[in-house]
């Protein structure tokens, strides 16, 4: 008794193409690359297909938008080559991947919520208090007159030690978060002294708060670069939305891709 009759169907490049608005050539393509099952041939030595490699082939697109090309090709390939803990493998990669765009997702969050509460952070010092080891401050100089009503002025630009008092952290740390290439300070030409502006001081603040939720500089890095290509926090937090979506839309088609590949899979023991 012949275990699956559909294998007798023959199926032509064109019609595995078609339903899916691909070329024929792409079909075989993706039969060279291994995403499809090798194909049979005729006595004159063309293609013909069973439904079998058209469901590998709605499975290899049901698994390109949460995997992405190079993944979806390597879990396929596994498949078709009997390699099932190796397909098995890389899905549990790309999880893990989704997982840890969340988690940079929320640090983002975070420190951009600390960032825009204002508020002191848990164990900071009081304003002005020394670090060990260093002079005290000067007194504060009077306050300046209220200045007239009219547009918001923009911050003035800090040194590192001011900077490094209000964040409570050693200068040395800010140097070290500058070889890191998380803030950018230009340096006064007369003196040769680090300047931080608005964006830097925002910068450092932000490297700051992630720091103390544990990350590595290495992992700050994207972070910064996401807000400075951004323009500011403010732009980043409308993004933000966005890129929750995003991820929940990955996550929801690493379930489709994971349905389709376990029907293909079935399919596969059946035809044996």
Known sequence: MEKNPQSRVRLRPVD????????????????EAGILPAAARTESGYRTYSPLHAQALDTFLALLPGHGHPTATGIMRAVNRGAADEAFRLIDESHAQLLEDRRTLSAVENALRDLGSGAPEPGDPAPGTPHPGEPEPRPPAPAAPAPPEGPTPAPAPTFIGPLADR?????????????????????????GYRVYGEAEVRDARLVHQLRRGGYLLEQIA???????????????????GDWRSRLAGRGRALLTGSAKLDAYLGERERER
Do not use: F, I, M
């Open 16 to 31: 595995l193409a078609r339903p899916h608005g691909l070329s024929t050539q792409a079909v075989r393509n993706y039969e």
């Open 222 to 240: 994207p972070l910064v670069d996401r807000v400075r290509a951004a323009g500011g926090l403010e732009p980043l937090e409308a993004a933000l």
């Open 167 to 191: 964040l409570s952290v050693r200068p040395a740390t800010l140097r070290k978060w500058e070889a890191a290439g998380l803030v950018r300070p230009r340096r006064d030409p007369l003196t």
